[in-house]
């Protein structure tokens, strides 16, 4: 099924036919993730395993591009397997969409320093999850079971690793006692709770570096 921004730039909902089994993964390993996770102690001991997959590329259009996301289900000590973590260069957007299993989305708005909004979103298979311009953003899979999801984003955006690096993960945790604040922002806005959507948007235009 195809679907129109306002400048009638068509795109197609991603489905399961994707032929990703021969496509070969980019891994992020434990060790590329040491100074964002939570349970610190834990990592000193633990291997250096596979945390997730991501096959970027798997289909381009309108200068967008969809990539898949395979996490299985980790505990990292204490806390949930989860993505890095960035944020976007200028002005751009993501759409995601869960294809199997269950993920929380955390997403911070931070400016100069200072995180001015922080929530999460809890999606499903077949719910989708849009990023806003200027959010940061980290992926949890919270459940036994194992977490694929894919994203439209544009081939222009370039994510920027170095700014949840630096507070050493995002601005919460989560972990199997739940949320846990991370000290080192010194002021952190309550946690909110947004649902997710339940189809693909109409209008893409938070995509392009610009908001609609």
């Known amino acids: 099924m195809a679907h129109k921004n306002k400048k009638g730039m068509?795109?197609?909902?991603?489905n399961k036919?994707?032929?990703?089994?021969?496509?070969?993964?980019d891994v992020r390993y434990l060790n590329d993730?040491?100074?964002?996770?939570?349970?610190?102690?834990?990592?000193?001991?633990?291997?250096?395993?596979?945390?997730?997959?991501?096959?970027?590329?798997?289909?381009?259009?309108?200068s967008l591009r969809y990539d898949i996301t395979i996490i299985p289900p980790?505990?990292?000590?204490?806390?949930?397997?989860?993505?890095?973590?960035h944020y976007h260069n200028k002005n751009y957007g993501e759409l995601y969409i869960v294809l199997k299993g269950e993920a929380i989305y955390l997403l911070q708005k931070d400016k100069k320093g200072k995180i001015e909004d922080v929530y999460y979103v809890r999606a499903k298979k077949g719910d989708h999850v849009l990023i806003p311009p200027r959010y940061g953003h980290i992926t949890i899979n919270p459940c036994l079971k194992e977490l694929k999801m894919a994203n439209w984003i544009s081939?222009?955006?370039?994510?920027?690793?170095k700014r949840i690096e630096r507070k050493k993960g995002g601005c919460y945790y989560y972990?199997?006692?739940?949320?846990?604040?991370?000290?080192?922002?010194?002021?952190?806005?309550?946690?909110?709770?947004?649902?997710?959507k339940s189809s693909f948007p109409k209008n893409l235009n938070f995509l392009f570096g610009y908001e609609g």
């Open 10 to 14: 068509e795109i197609k909902k991603g």
């Open 17 to 25: 036919k994707q032929g990703i089994k021969t496509m070969k993964p």
């Open 33 to 62: 993730m040491k100074k964002v996770l939570y349970d610190r102690e834990w990592t000193k001991t633990a291997p250096n395993i596979k945390l997730y997959y991501m096959y970027r590329g798997v289909k381009e259009k309108n």
């Open 74 to 85: 980790l505990l990292l000590g204490k806390e949930f397997v989860k993505t890095k973590g």
């Open 155 to 161: 081939k222009k955006c370039k994510s920027d690793y």
């Open 175 to 196: 972990t199997k006692s739940g949320w846990v604040k991370n000290k080192n922002y010194k002021k952190v806005p309550r946690l909110r709770f947004k649902k997710p």
